[in-house]
């Protein structure tokens, strides 16, 4: 059905991105090794036995919200620029050249073999032998493969949107804080921008977190989500299970068939029981929700300084307004004036006027008088009326 691709092992510090093809994968199985594949499509279909729509949820090309979908043989996983496939026995990992990936497959690397995984040095027999006997002994304690690989890329994702949470809150405090002690273009321009980078990882963050919470609150996804438990009690690990255009080598091979002993075992009691991956989500979700929290505060913090903004601009207006009333008020104290001294200075005889060259000092005087206190009983009803401050 599936093309087969070539195969080359991994060497993180030589491969580049000018090298890695647009759909490079990389698998990891449980022992922690690494295995680049330039494969299409339909190998990783046949691979993980998954659906076409399963596979296109972790297009890049694509825009889907965060995802955690269980399948009967894989764990689907879009999480941001985390886009993963993982099966009970292996992890498939998409763009392993990112930049942001490939912190995650060392960590991989690092914690998918179990605590007492088995160690082959240049001892004996005898000491291979206890080696195994170790692995055998505390497998039953270790978590199954798909929730440690599970695990790494919640805490990946909670980690780096986290990190972009404490950046964006570094350079937006001090632009409001900046912003409130001086309004200007430039700071407006720039609380703008951070503002819009506030909103998209909001957004993302709340992705994240609701597909968390959607998880948490249905028991039949979460049962799902146990290859394990389903590998277990459909049939043990055998060679013929294998895919026949990877082979494990016998090793990879008894440590599967043991961890699937030891899930087997665990499982046996209770096949709905989702304690341990509740407890598990639980406390990323708690994480997430923290983070998302941090960006709420933030918006809180933005939209105070917003408020306090517009509180200095209406004190501003006001100000303004109250300037106008003082200048309106003059001005129609001035214009009465200039009405007595218009008709007082036309070329019209006045019988009154006759022998009284006294009176012209005296209208003037009036006139004054009568305007200042005009425009002072105006004053005294503005503020009476609260239309200008005391």
């Known amino acids: ?199 998209r990882l909001t957004a993302r963050v709340q992705k994240v977190r609701d597909e968390l919470e959607q998880l948490l609150d249905d028991d039949d996804d979460m049962a799902d989500l146990y290859l394990s438990r389903k590998m277990a009690s459909s049939s043990p690990i055998s060679g013929s299970g294998a895919p026949n255009w990877l082979h494990a080598s016998p090793t990879i091979a008894s440590k599967i068939s043991r961890a699937s002993r030891a899930s087997a075992a665990t499982f046996r009691g209770d096949e709905n029981d989702v304690e341990e991956l509740e407890m598990l989500l639980e406390a990323y979700f708690m994480q997430v929700d923290g983070t998302l929290n941090k960006l709420t505060t933030l918006r809180e913090y933005i939209d105070d300084t917003e408020d306090y903004i517009n509180i200095q601009l209406d004190n501003h207006r006001n100000q303004l307004i109250q300037l106008e009333l003082f200048l309106s008020s003059g001005t129609v104290c001035l214009s009465i004036y200039s009405l007595v001294a218009g008709i007082f200075g036309m070329n019209i005889p006045y019988t009154w006027n006759d022998g009284h060259g006294f009176m012209f000092k005296w209208v003037v005087i009036l006139s004054g008088v009568v305007c200042a206190a005009l425009f002072l009983l105006i004053i005294s009803y503005a503020r009476h009326k609260g239309l200008v401050g005391s």
Not at 40 to 64: G, T
Not at 131 to 156: I, K
Not at 163 to 168: H, N
Request: proline share 5%; with cysteine; glycine share 6%.
């Open 1 to 199: 059905m599936g093309r087969e691709g070539h195969i080359v092992p991994l060497d993180t510090h030589a491969v580049t991105k000018k090298t890695a093809a647009a759909r490079s994968w990389i698998m990891l199985d449980c022992t922690g090794e690494g295995t680049v594949l330039d494969v299409d499509k339909y190998a990783i279909m046949h691979r993980v036995q998954i659906h076409a729509r399963d596979l296109r949820i972790l297009d890049p090309l694509l825009s889907y919200p965060s995802t955690i979908l269980g399948r009967e043989r894989a764990i689907v996983v879009n999480l941001e620029h985390i886009k993963a496939i993982i099966t009970a026995e292996e992890v498939l990992l998409r763009d392993p050249t990112d930049d942001n990936v490939i912190p995650i497959v060392e960590e991989l690397k690092r914690r998918l073999p179990p605590a007492n995984a088995f160690r082959q040095g240049p001892g004996d027999g005898n000491e291979q032998f206890n080696g195994q006997n170790d692995v055998e002994a505390g497998e039953e304690d270790e978590s199954p493969f798909e929730f440690r690989a599970l695990e790494v890329a919640l805490e990946a994702i909670c980690s780096f949107l986290d990190a972009r949470t404490t950046e964006l809150e570094t350079a937006a405090y001090p632009a409001l804080d900046e912003l409130t002690s001086k309004i200007s273009s430039r700071n407006l321009d720039r609380v703008r921008k951070l503002k819009s980078a506030m909103t």
